[in-house]
């Protein structure tokens, strides 16, 4: 059976925003942190993984989020791995409430990358055997990202700042919703909420780096891509609802 990890987490007011709730970078931020303390539980600390000159790297989150955890709340953060192939790991993530119900869902995608070579290589068997999960055919498929018509889209540039920069050397991958959402501006941030989101990373980027956001929305669901004069980055798929 896969090894399962949860962890309490009181949500604090730094973790916030202006609903007083927490929000989706710092989210991502706490299920990572608690996936990290389930490597280390299974002796796959960060110093044992690049003492093989790779770094983990995620390519794709899927939210369900019915709602946000409140600022002073106590939630319980789950983890588990789901399986992996030779290029392709995948791990669950959820959010539940003092009652035990389900407040949010990420499924997720990762790599191994090259700290020599910045490309993918294949599945390192000693860094997925503790978390005795079956090697799968075939690629898990996540439901399609539809594309920014960039030619129509609002555009907005950020240069890449030196604390964007995470351990692999490359942009934290929370700080691309912060570029994506910037353009929808506070009235209507403060006025919906996400019910769901695809984002797929393709490119990485780095201290330096002008990095365009490109959005369009319509009714309720917003398209947002990140590009540079080399190529996408990343992009992503919003469902939203507005507040009760």
């Known amino acids: 059976m896969a090894a399962i990890y949860t962890e309490p987490h009181q949500v604090t007011y730094y973790e916030s925003d202006t609903k007083n709730q927490m929000t989706l970078a710092m989210l991502v931020n706490v299920a990572i942190l608690v996936s990290e303390r389930q490597n280390d539980q299974l002796g796959l600390s960060d110093d044992v993984v690049h003492g093989y000159n790779v770094g983990w790297v995620v390519t794709q989150y899927q939210m369900e989020i019915k709602r946000m955890p409140q600022v002073d709340e106590t939630v319980t953060f789950g983890t588990t791995a789901t399986g992996y ?16 119900q389900r407040l949010a869902t ?15 290589v294949a599945v390192i068997p000693a860094l997925v055997q503790p978390y005795a999960v079956p090697e799968i055919k075939g690629i898990k498929r996540f439901p399609r990202i539809h594309h920014v018509e960039l030619a129509d889209a609002a555009q907005q540039d950020y240069r890449v700042r030196y604390y ?47 990095a365009q956001s490109h959005y369009q929305i319509t009714d309720h669901v917003s398209r947002h891509q990140i590009t540079t004069a080399d190529g996408k980055c990343a992009e992503a798929e919003v469902v939203w609802r507005e507040r009760g």
């Open 85 to 100: 192939n030779k290029y392709f790991c995948y791990r669950d993530y959820w959010v539940d409430d003092a009652q035990g």
């Open 106 to 120: 990420i499924h997720s995608a990762w790599v191994l990358m090259s700290y020599a070579t910045r490309n993918m």
């Open 164 to 210: 964007d920069i995470d351990a692999n050397q490359h942009v934290n991958n929370v700080h691309y919703f912060d570029w994506m959402f910037d353009h929808l501006g506070i009235a209507y941030l403060s006025s919906h909420e996400i019910v769901s989101l695809n984002i797929r990373y393709e490119h990485e980027l780095t201290v330096d780096d002008v």
